[in-house]
Structures are given as C-alpha cells and as structure tokens.
C-alpha cells in the first residue's frame, strides 16, 4: 500500500510510456500475423505448389520438401492467426521468428549459390524466367523486418487487445505487462 | 484507566497481524488457484490448436493426393505440329492443354502431382489432353538439356511409347546447374520405353527436331502469351495453381465437359 501511494504518481509517466509500448506490440502482432496468415492461405490450396517451391532452394531432400511444403503453409496459418488474435502470443512469436531466420537462411543461400528461383512466399514459386528479376534483396529486407516484429513480440509480449490477457494467460511472467491489467490495480488498493 | 489505552491498541495492532496473515493465506491460495486456472486454459488452448492442425493437415493431404491410374490409357498420337494428343476416339472437348518443359522442375511436380489425374480423364473419355512440349530456359545448361530431351522424344512415333518416354524424362530430370539428359542416356531410356525403330538412335544423336521443337516453342510462347511453364489449360483458360491440386483439376474438368 505504502509503495503504491508512493509509487503511483511516480510511475504515472512510466505507466504512458509502458502502455504505448503495448500497442506497438498489437501492431507488430497484426503485421506478422496478417502476413503469415496470407502467405499460408494462399499457399494451401495446392500444396503441391508449395512442395516445389520448397525443392527449388534445393537446401531439403525430397521427402523432407515435401513435408515442409505441406506443413509450411498449415504453420504459418496458425501462428498468424494466433498472433492476431494475441494468444499463445510468446510461443507464436518465437515459431514466426524461427520461419524468418528459416527464410533468411534459405534466400540467402539460395542467392549465394545463384539460382534463380522465386521465393514462393505468397504462393507460386519455382524457378524465375531468364528475363526476371528474383528480387532476393527485397525479400531479405522484407523478412528482416518481419524478424524485427517477432523479436519486439517476445520482448514484450502480448500487447493490448491479446486473448492471452483476457484469458489471464499472461502477467507473472512479465512485470511490464502485468501493470496494466485492471485486476492487479483494484486487488492492490483496499 | 491509562491501561486501556495501550491494551487496546495491543488487541487491535494483534488483530491487524492476524488479519494480515489472513490476507497473505488468502492471497496465496488466490495465487494458486490462479496458476491452475492458468495452466488449464493454456492447455486447453493448446489441445485446440493442435486438433485443428491436425484436421487441416489431413484435409490439404486429402484434397492433394494424387490419383492412381485406374485402368489403359487413352490412345496417344503425335500431330504433325509435334503436339501429343490423348483422347478417346471421337472425344474433342473438352480441350485440356499442358505447356511444360521436360527440364522445368515445376513441371516434374506437376507431372508428379497431377498426370495420373490427366491421364485418367482421358481415359475416361471426359477430357482431350494436348500435350506441348516447350523450351522456356535461355541459359545454359538448361537450354540445351530441354532442347536435347525435346527432340529426342519427337524421335519417338508411337504414341504410347512417346508417353512412357516422356514420363521418363521427367523421372530422370536433370538439376537446373548440372548438364544431363545425355545422349546415350537417351537413346538408352527410349529402348526402355519400348521404341524399336531403327532410325531412333540417329535421329537422337543428330538432334533432328531441335529446329522444329524451337519454332514450335518460340511462337506457342509468343501467340499464347505463357507466363512460364506449366501451365494447364481448359478449354483456353489457363488453370493456375488449380493444376496441381488432382481434386480440382479433376472437378474443373468434369464441370467443363458437362
């Protein structure tokens, strides 16, 4: 009580601050996962086109291509949902993030070695034509600031308007977060 | 009495602690309970989660799977513009045309995925497979492996065994780095397909048909404005990802013959 009546005034500043930061988190959440969400939807009608995207890095053996291309698009629709909606919101976060390193590692590598494929990120996928650009640094860029997000999200995880706080799935863990529950406020005052 | 004073304030500061302790308990057991109603939502939340995965992976498996050839084949005959056509007798429509590239990955997969499904609408009588044979590849090795395998399979006369050849292409493609589809290999994967003709190891090894197989493939690229292959056609529209998904090609096809 008695750090309470001090602190209150105190953290006043802190607390704006804190809450801002909050929603920086929400908007991280909705670009991933909005991102993720399409990249897989459009992907998993035809799996198949997937599984060759998948080849064309050639970095997997067949039979592992083929799980991957039929699980990527599944992966990646769950997480974006998942993160959308700010449930699960750390774990989802840590899985988008290792898709991006994952993604990073295989366009680089794929660059390095120089083929000349099309990333297949939001669907098609295969090889380029001779006359076509793969724009790899463009899709390095665009993954890097998807890694960005994922790295804020499990930093500071969930964010506002994430079912993780409706349900009380966050808090303890996180002492930043956890100040601007209603609950913890109201318990602490009387 | 001045004794009340302090006694009473000793009660009072007792019944403080001990309504402190009281609260600490209550708050623990508060906590606790928490916890558990913590880790039965994440739980819960978790077995969803996994069960919907699990029904969505065993849809997209479904829908994809490829089909299994049910019974023979349509009959198979090479046009004089080098195009395949499977058809039964008297089957016009509808028209499905497949654009590929025997050295073009995209079309192993499609191949892999989806022919089973060609070959049986075909069969079936619901459908007038084209098949078309192009060369999309600029740089080398690429070029000459898909200009190679090209002409060798216009060396083939028969249709059935052009089909198995053509097949077999696909199963021994070539990397996009490395040269392949020698030669020899050729000739040799062409006796397997069951061509005994005697001028086929000539007409291989000379590259007869390359000539004939670039002007096909650089006007059909050109007057058919192909984005790349493969890409599958219905009656003039191209199908798009929908070529590789054997449950709806099939249903496309069989809407398009009704």
Same mark, same amino acid.
């Given at each position: 009580m008695v750090q309470l009546a001090s602190g209150r005034p105190v953290s006043h500043p802190l607390q704006s601050v804190v809450k801002a930061l909050s929603w920086v988190t929400t908007v991280a959440r909705l670009v991933l996962g909005v991102s993720l969400f399409v990249a897989g939807a459009i992907k998993i009608g035809a799996p198949a086109v997937s599984v060759q995207a998948v080849k064309a890095y050639q970095l997997l053996p067949d039979t592992m291509a083929t799980v991957v291309g039929h699980g990527l698009p599944i992966v990646e629709i769950i997480v974006g949902i998942l993160l959308v909606l700010g449930l699960l919101t750390r774990p989802s976060a840590v899985v988008g993030g290792v898709l991006m390193v994952a993604f990073i590692v295989g366009i680089s590598s794929a660059w390095a070695r120089g083929l000349r494929i099309d990333c297949g990120c939001f669907g098609g996928g295969g090889t380029v034509g001779a006359d076509q650009d793969p724009g790899y640094i463009w899709e390095l860029l665009r993954d890097a600031g998807y890694l960005l997000c994922a790295a804020w999200i499990i930093y500071r995880p969930p964010g506002r308007f994430a079912m993780d706080s409706a349900l009380g799935l966050s808090g303890s863990r996180d002492p930043d977060t956890a100040g601007d529950e209603d609950d913890e406020d109201g318990s602490d005052t009387d | 009495m001045p004794a009340e004073q302090p006694r009473g304030a000793c009660v009072s500061k007792r019944a403080r602690e001990a309504s402190a302790r009281a609260r600490a308990a209550a708050q623990r057991e508060a906590i606790r309970r928490q916890e558990q109603r913590k880790r039965t939502t994440m739980l819960t939340t978790v077995g969803v989660i996994v069960l919907i995965a699990g029904a969505v992976t065993w849809w997209s498996v479904r829908q994809s799977a490829s089909e299994q050839i049910t019974g023979p084949l349509a009959p198979i005959a090479m046009q004089p513009d080098g195009t395949i056509v499977m058809a039964k %007798? *008297?089957? =016009?429509?509808p028209v499905v045309d497949v654009y590929e590239d025997y050295q073009c990955p995209a079309c192993k997969q499609l191949e892999l995925t989806s022919g089973s499904t060609l070959k049986n609408l075909a069969a079936e009588g619901k459908a007038k497979v084209v098949y078309h044979l192009l060369t999309i590849f600029k740089q080398e090795p690429t070029m000459s492996n898909s200009l190679r395998a090209s002409s060798a399979a216009r060396c083939v006369t028969d249709g059935a065994q052009w089909l198995a050849f053509h097949d077999r292409l696909y199963q021994e493609q070539p990397t996009e780095t490395s040269a392949g589809y020698a030669v020899d290999d050729l000739i040799r994967w062409g006796r397997d397909a069951g061509v005994t003709a005697p001028d086929f190891e000539t007409c291989v090894r000379g590259q007869k048909n390359v000539a004939a197989h670039q002007q096909y493939s650089t006007q059909v690229i050109a007057t058919r404005k192909?984005? *790349? =292959? %493969?890409t599958v056609m219905l009656n003039g529209q191209s199908l798009g990802t929908t070529a590789f998904v054997p449950s709806a090609l099939r249903e496309a096809v069989l809407d398009a013959a009704r």
């Open positions: - | %007798p *008297g089957v =016009t429509s192909l984005a *790349g =292959t %493969p």
